[in-house]
């Protein structure tokens, strides 16, 4: 053996490298040249909306933004999965005013919705007011506001927005029936 084979240069032949997923984009794995070094490359993707981890099969790009999310960041608008945050933005809805509906869905008076949610009577008005604008409630000339279609749509989405919020938990459980007591 010379002394040239001895000190043979060590060369990496698969290097590994973890990258995150762009926004839009699913993740993988591939295998690419850096420099003459072959480098295996796992792309990792974790929900744009709430930063949560995904596995491919779990994961939908909405038809908007082309965000990746998550089963729990994903609700239906016009037949199309779209995130959350898009949903908000094209039916945008307060807090407070999806309180209102929730309650006007369940048929509750008006003034029995200042008692539960302790908004005041003038910001219960100015939400009745903004959810019939919407189209999320109708006036009848004799039985007052109505829920619509419509509305019970956005209440829907909204609950997969809102269900972490305790508040929102309380009032969802607000009026329902467990063993026979209200």
Not at 13 to 18: N, S, W
Not at 101 to 107: G, S
Not at 111 to 139: L, N, P, Q, R
Request: proline share 2%; with cysteine; glycine share 8%.
């Amino acid at each position: 053996m010379t002394e040239g084979n001895d000190r043979q240069e060590k060369k990496i032949l698969l290097d590994k490298k973890l990258e995150v997923a762009p926004t839009g984009s699913l993740g993988g794995s591939q295998i690419v040249n850096e420099n003459g070094t072959n480098v295996s490359k796992s792309i990792l993707m974790w929900c744009d909306v709430c930063g949560g981890k995904l596995e491919i099969n779990d994961s939908v790009i909405c038809k908007i933004d082309n965000k990746k999310a998550c089963k729990d960041c994903v609700v239906y608008d016009d037949q199309k999965k779209v995130c959350i945050d898009c949903y908000k933005e094209r039916h945008p809805l307060s807090k407070q005013e999806y309180k209102v509906l929730i309650m006007m869905a369940r048929v509750v008076p008006k003034g029995e919705i200042h008692d539960i949610t302790k908004i005041s009577k003038s910001d219960i008005k100015k939400s009745v007011k903004a959810i019939c604008s919407a189209g999320y409630m109708s006036k009848k000339f004799w039985t007052g506001e109505e829920v619509t279609d419509k509305g019970l749509e956005v209440i829907g989405c909204y609950r997969k927005i809102y269900r972490n919020d305790e508040d929102i938990a309380v009032l969802e459980g607000f009026g329902k029936v467990e063993n026979g007591v209200r």
